[in-house]
């Protein structure tokens, strides 16, 4: 007997209209986390030598294992992965290096702010995801509803590391540094964040 192709996907059977759906948003996340990896990873090659780097670092290997629990999931599920729709995700994600950012060849100040609040959107939308997957695993024995509690999570607390990285890059982009010390002298503001992560200039 013939293998059955990748393609094909759930068993023997035509996919059902629901099956079809479940595929299509699946591969839609796929897609998304893959552009997500390359983001954050290119975010801390950039960020190496800062105090924010090592931040980012855990978060691009977070952000790594998330997506490989993504493609096991779609493999339980017997959902395969749509190539052409991931590889345009990365292309999408590549093609947004060329946002204006205020500088013509190198990264700005701003491409920090603008990077980090697409990175905090695209974890916002995998926590969704992973709430979607915890409706489905009460009738799908298949699904692991212990491990999707813990991605949840862990995405909870990515947005908060990621949203203390943005407040902090907004200080750093749109605050003079006059401003900063007039501030500094007056004393700490109580919107402060305590653990501020520190960014290189």
Do not use: C, H, M, W
């Given at each position: 007997m013939n293998p059955r192709?990748?393609?094909?996907?759930?068993g023997s059977r035509p996919?059902?209209?629901?099956?079809?759906?479940?595929?299509?948003?699946?591969?839609?996340h796929l897609a998304g986390a893959g552009s997500g990896v390359s983001l954050i990873r290119r975010m801390a090659r950039a960020h190496r030598n800062a105090p924010a780097g090592r931040l980012l670092a855990e978060l691009a290997?977070?952000?790594?294992e998330d997506r490989d629990s993504l493609r096991e999931f779609m493999t339980a599920l017997d959902v395969p992965a749509k190539w052409?729709?991931?590889?345009?995700?990365?292309?999408?994600?590549?093609?947004?290096?060329?946002?204006?950012?205020g500088r013509l060849v190198k990264r700005s100040p701003l491409s920090d702010v603008l990077e980090l609040e697409a990175m905090r959107l695209g974890v916002e939308g995998k926590a969704s995801l992973w709430r979607s997957l915890r409706v489905l695993a009460v009738s799908?024995?298949?699904?692991?509803?212990a491990a999707i509690d813990r991605l949840l999570d862990r995405a909870v607390r990515q947005e908060s590391v990621l949203e203390a990285l943005r407040v902090e890059?907004?200080?750093?982009?749109?605050?003079s540094t006059a401003t900063v010390s007039a501030r500094g002298r007056a004393g700490p503001s109580r919107h402060r964040s305590p653990g501020r992560a520190g960014w290189a200039s």
């Open positions: 192709p990748p393609s094909a996907g759930f996919p059902t209209e629901p099956q079809s759906f479940l595929a299509i948003y699946l591969n839609d290997a977070e952000i790594t052409p729709r991931v590889v345009a995700g990365r292309l999408a994600e590549k093609a947004g290096r060329l946002k204006l950012n799908e024995p298949r699904l692991d509803q890059a907004v200080r750093r982009t749109f605050t």
